[in-house]
Nanobody, 123 residues
């Protein structure tokens, strides 16, 4: 069982940056791949990016490539989402998730979810 708690969301102007954190409970955090998803009002939850258990591999959705970066610190049981050059269309609730798969790019790949943190980008 893994419990996830996101933090770091807030209001930022277009072009600004935010770093989201996701703290995980449990002693086996390093055995899970982690993902970030987001859900805008009236839209389905969508994949943002993922990082393997070791941190050696990352994958991103095309719309965030070059702007967002995922990292993890297994000693701190935490995964991060660094978001730069934010756009109003990045406004959404951001969720982290954990999977026992090597890596996951779909919602169905993930077994554990956080409660989400709101990110609002003003124009």
């Amino acid at each position: 069982q893994v419990q996830l708690v996101e933090s770091g969301g807030g209001l930022v102007q277009a072009g600004g940056s935010l770093r989201l954190s996701c703290a995980a409970s449990g002693r086996t955090f390093s055995s899970y791949a982690m993902g970030w998803f987001r859900q805008a009002p009236g839209k389905e939850r969508e994949f943002v990016g993922t990082i393997s258990w070791s941190g050696g591999s990352t994958y991103y959705q095309d719309f965030v490539k070059g702007r967002f970066a995922i990292s993890r610190d297994n000693a701190k049981n935490t995964v991060y989402l660094q978001m730069n050059s934010l756009k109003p269309e990045d406004t959404a609730v951001y969720y982290c998730a954990a999977t026992q798969s090597w890596i996951g790019r779909t919602l169905g790949s993930y077994q554990y979810w956080g409660q989400g943190t709101q990110v609002t980008v003003s124009s």
